[in-house]
């Protein structure tokens, strides 16, 4: 992906076509590889979309353009899984009231005493040279953010040897 937009620049395309390419590839992406829908027409008359890419508006604009509809985007389309998981957990919950639940988030008098040192590391796996957020928790685990490509994982961080 990212030899051919250097490619596309080089042949002088702007920056707004490439934008605009690139939301149509995710668009496209969205609905043949991961929705798998072979005809837009069944996605119905009302489409409301959910996932943090859509608060994107030219993501969003493909979206419209590529389905032929006008499409709704709720102000929180991010957070619209987290809310759909709170809402399944509860309902088991309620399902299953004689159960008995152990809850594995730090306790609250343990968070008084959490240490977390942040450092910075690039990753040199490929051009990209991704600037890592490395987060390291007193409790010997690490959060690390910052990939911008699928060589950012975690066996990326492994192989870093991270401290």
Known sequence: MNSKIKQSQKEGYSVGDI???LSYS???N???KVMKVRDVET????IVVQGGT???DAVLRA???TVGK???RPNIAGLMGAYGMALLSKEQYEVNMDMTYVSTITKLEELDNVDVKVSHVRCGRCEN???LTVNAFSNGKKFISGNRCERGSRKCYRKLKIA
């Open 129 to 131: 040279n991704c600037l």
């Open 30 to 32: 969205a609905i043949q």
């Open 26 to 28: 995710v668009v496209k």
């Open 63 to 65: 979206f419209e353009l």
């Open 19 to 21: 934008s605009a390419g």
């Open 54 to 56: 859509f608060y994107n």
């Open 43 to 46: 996605l119905g008359d009302h």
């Open 70 to 72: 006008e499409v709704t």
